[in-house]
């Protein structure tokens, strides 16, 4: 799906958003309270996905499968914009406020691996 807003460039079609059409309609953030689940293998994302998908907690999922030291559920905490990995933080900011048992999700590739984020909290 190409980005419909020429502004937003190139760098908006670099991320799949699964959780649906947020762009433009939310107003400007400086910081999100964002989880992660972070995988090192694009299987073990999809499998992550389809847990999701199928109804399961985003933070009982992170819990189980997430390979990154923050185990709370893959809570990452309240996150100011700069503070992020720049990939991360584009799609992250993207994303309407969700909770973990109805999120609204987004994806990304980094250096760090796959990562599937949801926010909860924007100011």
Same mark, same amino acid.
């Given at each position: 799906?190409?980005?419909?807003?020429?502004?937003?460039?190139?760098?908006?079609?670099?991320?799949?958003?699964?959780?649906?059409?947020?762009?433009?309609?939310?107003?400007?953030?400086?910081?999100?309270?964002?989880?992660?689940?972070?995988?090192?293998?694009?299987?073990?994302?999809?499998?992550?996905?389809?847990?999701?998908?199928?109804?399961?907690?985003?933070?009982?999922?992170?819990?189980?499968?997430?390979?990154?030291?923050?185990?709370?559920?893959?809570?990452? @905490?309240?996150?100011?914009?700069?503070?992020?990995?720049?990939?991360?933080?584009? =799609?992250?900011?993207?994303?309407?406020?969700?909770?973990? @048992?109805?999120?609204?999700?987004?994806? =990304?590739?980094?250096?760090?691996?796959?990562?599937?984020?949801? =926010?909860?909290?924007?100011?």
């Amino acid at each position: 799906m190409a980005p419909k807003n020429k502004g937003k460039g190139k760098d908006a079609s670099d991320a799949k958003d699964a959780g649906g059409g947020a762009k433009g309609k939310l107003k400007p953030a400086t910081s999100i309270n964002v989880r992660h689940i972070l995988c090192e293998k694009h299987s073990k994302k999809e499998e992550a996905l389809e847990k999701i998908r199928n109804g399961a907690k985003f933070d009982e999922v992170a819990r189980e499968m997430s390979e990154d030291k923050a185990r709370q559920g893959g809570s990452l @905490g309240w996150k100011v914009r700069g503070s992020l990995m720049l990939d991360f933080e584009k =799609v992250a900011y993207e994303l309407e406020p969700s909770t973990t @048992g109805a999120p609204k999700i987004g994806e =990304v590739k980094t250096s760090e691996g796959y990562h599937i984020i949801m =926010v909860e909290g924007r100011k």
